[in-house]
């Protein structure tokens, strides 16, 4: 069995255990009145993982002091590595953060894609050289000066800040290539705890499935993205086959080199997502290249009951789901 399928199958062992098996059963815990308690349910579930994720920080604290996370699009990675370090500050230690996007090469050294394109998604778009050198010398106690890159003009800079790793520090990054390790070749893997978050669920229940990890993704990247990024239902439908591919070909194929899998499904998000995302969805029009999979979505919606105002006024601020409907404190 696959990380992921054993993921998979402790999700639906526990959905099991709490007698939550289908969608049919949450739409039916739903009418029932019982919405905010399902959602304590769930945080409280997930804040065991998160803690349980930080005590295996913790345990290999002076053997593993970089921790890299992963995972496809709208897993909800910033709420997770968040609540990760959150949960290792419980513990004494100060996680610090490296941003990866700092370190693309100049513009000049982005390779490109079969059109001719920069491939901003590839592995070499990357300064792998200096990366490795910086967590090296990081790891040997010494002090480092992080790069900044300017990406109006497309260069990477100096940026003034150093960093150094003391004694309780562990130093945390995101990325689509986190698990890669080409990212960092030579640097000592045993020094590297890599976690890969994923919305993985599969409730079976009415005529469709708890519709796919993907789909699910796409509903989340829809609501977020029309939030707080500008950009509308119908252009993130149309996107989502290139994110797709680059996912297959940059973050599936390394899921299994993760130590662990966080999986940021909660029963309840789908009824959540219905609220808003409905809406968003009825508003494409029928001659727009997206109007097909937006029909499609919303035809699995109408299997779906949305969670009420005063449940959704319950989510806790520091949820993964307020990462795309806002109201995080994280």
Known sequence: MTKIEAARQEYKDWCSAIGIETLDAVNQTLAEGRGIELINLCEARQERKYAGIANQIYYRRRKSRIVMMSGP????????????????????LNPKVIE????????????????????FESLYAMDIELLDQQ???????????????????????KSGKTMTLGPND?????GIHALNPALTSSVDQDAIFRIYISA???????????YSTTDKRLLRRIVRDNR?????PEDNILRWPSVRRGEEKNIFPFEENANVVFNSST????PLLKYYAEP??????????????????????????ALRPAEIAAIPPTSIMREFIGGQTL
Request: charged fraction near 25%; include cysteine.
């Open 73 to 92: 699009s709208s897993s909800g990675k910033t709420s997770s590595s968040l609540r990760i370090a959150q949960q290792c500050r419980v513990l004494g």
């Open 100 to 119: 990866l996007d700092n370190y693309f090469v100049s513009r000049d050294r982005t390779p490109r894609d079969e059109n001719g394109e920069f491939d």
């Open 135 to 157: 967590l090296n010398d990081l790891l040997a106690g010494k002090e480092v000066e992080l790069p900044k890159f300017d990406f109006k003009e497309g260069m990477q800079r």
């Open 170 to 174: 562990i130093l945390c990054m995101e």
């Open 200 to 210: 993985l669920s599969a409730l079976p229940g009415g005529e469709k499935a708890h």
């Open 228 to 232: 707080v990024r500008g950009i509308s």
């Open 267 to 270: 029963l309840y998000d789908v």
């Open 280 to 305: 968003l969805l009825e508003g494409i029009a029928e001659s727009s290249p997206a109007y097909p999979k937006a029909q499609a979505l919303l035809t699995f919606l109408t299997h779906v009951t």
